[in-house]
C-alpha cells in the first residue's frame, strides 16, 4: 500500500512538472491573439539537433541594450506597421495597458522569446530554408501575459 501511494506522488508530481512547462505554450495557443511578423533564417540544419530550422525576426531586433542589468526578463512592445508587428520598446518590468508585448529572457548575447525554433521533418526543413531565404512570415499567438508560440511560417506574399 506504501508503495502505491509513493508511486501516484511521483507520477502526480511529474505531471505537475509537465503541466508546469508546457503552460505558456498552450496558454499562447489556446487563448492568444494572432499576429504576422517578418522571419528570416539564423541557423542551417544541425545534424546533431535534427531537422530543424533557427528563426531570426529582423523587426525584433535592438540597437542597444536596455536599462539594466544585460541579462534577465525582457520585454519586447510590439505596433503594426504596414500589417507586421515591430518592436515598439525593450522594457525590463512587464509593460502595463493593451499593447501587445512578448515575454522574453535575455541572455546577453540572445534574446529568447520562445519562437525561435522551427522543428520539422528533414525534407520540410530543407525546404523551409529557401522560402526562409527568398523572405517569410511567421504567424504567431500571443496571450496576455506575452507567451507566445510559433504557428506556422509561410512564404511572403
Do not use: K, W
Not at 491573439?33 to 544541425?46: C, F, G, S
Not at 519586447?76 to 522574453?104: H, K, N
Not at 529568447?112 to 522560402?131: R, T
Amino acid at each position: 500500500m506504501n508503495r502505491l501511494i509513493t508511486l501516484a506522488a511521483v507520477v502526480a508530481v511529474q505531471a505537475g512538472l509537465v503541466a508546469v512547462a508546457v503552460a505558456p505554450q498552450l496558454s499562447a495557443r489556446l487563448t492568444g491573439d494572432t499576429y504576422q511578423l517578418r522571419v528570416a533564417p539564423l541557423d542551417p540544419i544541425d545534424p546533431f539537433r535534427g531537422a530543424y530550422v533557427m528563426l531570426d525576426y529582423p523587426d525584433l531586433q535592438r540597437d542597444q541594450q536596455p536599462d539594466g542589468d544585460d541579462s534577465g526578463p525582457l520585454y519586447i512592445t510590439l505596433v503594426e506597421d504596414d500589417g507586421f508587428m515591430v518592436a515598439d520598446d525593450f522594457l525590463r518590468e512587464r509593460p502595463s495597458g493593451d499593447q501587445p508585448y512578448l515575454a522574453c529572457h535575455d541572455r546577453s548575447f540572445q534574446v529568447d522569446c520562445g519562437i525561435e525554433s522551427l522543428f520539422l521533418p528533414q525534407d520540410d526543413a530543407a525546404a523551409m530554408q529557401d522560402v526562409l531565404r527568398d523572405g517569410a512570415v511567421a504567424e504567431v499567438r500571443i496571450d496576455g501575459r506575452g507567451h507566445a508560440a510559433l504557428i506556422d511560417v509561410r512564404a511572403a506574399s
